[in-house]
């Protein structure tokens, strides 16, 4: 194993198409609730601490090994929404893709055939973690991670934010990204024992909502 | 009621139970075989009561909840069950909101709903709202256990602190699994003490008031009302989940605008 691998995997340049998704700060955004650095930060902070927990325990629990078909399963009840499941398929088939080239592995290969629109992108990830020799926690920590780097990205884009700024509410931020990554991978080992109703189900209702009124848009700047 | 009462009085706990009081209430409902249910299981202790009241359809059995305390307090466990066997129809309400107060107990107060519903039987679960007071503590759990031909319209509202007032603390967590899957997993956690952000732009951003309507019926496996926004604000929205089933989510600045979004969905999912 080579921890390098996980600055590969957590790269914003991994070709896996995160950049086309904005995490919900699109809708937020245009519902005046995001206005600048400290809207931002709030939004990041909201979404981490539920679906980025739900996210992150779910390639923890992938990286150890839980079985990804029921992964999935729990993926899809704790994300209501069509329209993000959706986009959590979509990106988990791109991720499948650059994986599968990146690090060949039997068990990629098995879940891309019994998914062939894509599998829930926490639940490929943490299997593409696993293929390139990482842990649950270097798992969690690129899912949690990516799931507030994305809003942060987008909104530079959206608002015209200093970029600074955004860097600036990541930073702030990694103090609590550390703790949601360690409940995520106690949660994970649980759920080895306990099965999937022992991962976290935090959920977020504005963007939930602010999904499907998304998905609607004749004319958006990010798929989600 | 009298251990309630003692603790009032006194103000100390002089229960049998080390701390808070532990509640519980028990419905099982089943088809009586001539088009109707009956209710075979109808008990309840603590600070519950049950009362079967007039149905509006005749093949359905009604039953309200009446909480004959307050509460629940810190320390508190509530635990209600409810279960529609074959061939029943059972609708289930409160007669008020539920007022999660502080107590002198220390440590939060539970709520336990479990409820289960077989092939071919409805049930409705349509409580009055769960209102979080300022300086309480409460872990609510509801789990439903649906067989493949069930039917369910389940509601819960929750509000975050009598009017004026800052919530409590309230962690709310909603599993329904269907033919021994898990079809919707949610968690809110809110108020003081919640991980961050559950106030801002992605969560709650100061709404006060927030609610879920699952409805599971058959038929959805094949043909799912398409997922939709419900108001011009962009609070409500109806969604197909995973499975034959819906799940409304909205948020709102007071209980009675999310009842009348709630309500709304109801109908047109009708």
């Known amino acids: ?224 | 009621m009298g251990a309630r009462a003692a603790r009032r009085v006194d103000g100390v706990t002089v229960t049998g139970a080390p701390a808070g009081v532990r509640s519980s209430a028990r419905i099982a409902a089943r088809g009586d075989g001539r088009g109707g249910t009956a209710l075979p299981v109808l008990e309840s202790e603590g600070s519950f009561a049950l009362r079967r009241t007039r149905a509006v359809a005749a093949a359905e059995a009604r039953v309200m909840l009446v909480g004959a305390m307050s509460g629940p307090l810190g320390g508190d466990h509530f635990t209600v069950e409810a279960h529609a066997d074959e061939g029943a129809r059972l609708h289930v309400g409160s007669v008020a909101a539920t007022l999660a107060l502080p107590g002198q107990a220390k440590g939060e107060a539970r709520y336990d709903v479990r409820l289960t519903v077989a092939d071919g039987a409805r049930l409705d679960w349509l409580p009055e709202q769960l209102i979080s007071a300022g300086g309480s503590e409460l872990r609510v759990t509801t789990r439903a256990d649906l067989a493949p031909g069930a039917r369910l319209v389940l509601r819960e509202e929750q509000v975050l602190g009598r009017t004026g007032e800052e919530p409590g603390r309230l962690t709310s967590r909603l599993t329904v699994h269907h033919a021994g899957r898990p079809l919707l997993d949610q968690e809110l956690a809110c108020g003081p003490g919640a991980p961050g952000g559950w106030d801002g732009p992605a969560v709650l951003a100061g709404h006060r008031a927030l609610g879920q309507l699952v409805v599971v019926r058959p038929e959805f496996g094949t043909d799912r009302p398409a997922a939709a926004v419900l108001d011009e604000a962009g609070t409500a929205a109806l969604t197909p989940l995973a499975g034959p089933a819906v799940l409304v989510t909205a948020v709102a600045p007071d209980a009675l605008r999310l009842r009348r979004t709630l309500d709304a969905a109801l109908l047109r999912l009708a």
């Open chain 1, 1 to 224: 194993m080579t921890r390098a691998a996980l600055l590969v995997l957590a790269d914003g340049r991994f070709p896996a198409g995160g950049h086309a998704h904005s995490g919900g700060a699109e809708a937020a955004v245009k519902a005046g609730r995001i206005t600048g650095a400290a809207g931002l930060e709030e939004f990041c902070r909201g979404r981490l601490h539920t679906s980025g927990a739900v996210s992150a325990a779910l390639a923890a629990a992938a990286a150890l090994g839980v079985d990804p078909v029921a992964l999935d399963g729990a993926a899809d009840a704790r994300t209501p929404s069509a329209a993000l499941r959706v986009a959590a398929r979509k990106l988990g088939r791109q991720l499948m893709r650059a994986a599968r080239t990146t690090w060949p592995h039997p068990e990629l290969d098995a879940l891309a055939r019994q998914f062939p629109k894509g599998a829930h992108q926490p639940v490929v990830l943490g299997l593409a973690a696993r293929a390139a020799g990482l842990g649950p926690e270097d798992a969690a920590y690129c899912s949690a991670y990516e799931g507030v780097s994305g809003p942060a990205t987008a909104v530079v884009r959206l608002l015209s934010l200093d970029p600074f700024d955004a860097t600036g509410v990541l930073a702030r931020l990694a103090p609590e990204v550390d703790l949601v990554v360690r409940d995520a991978v106690d949660a994970a080992r649980r759920a080895v024992d306990l099965g999937v109703d022992a991962l976290p189900a935090g959920s977020a209702p504005l963007l939930e909502i602010g999904a499907e009124a998304h998905a609607a848009w004749p004319v958006r700047l990010f798929a989600s």
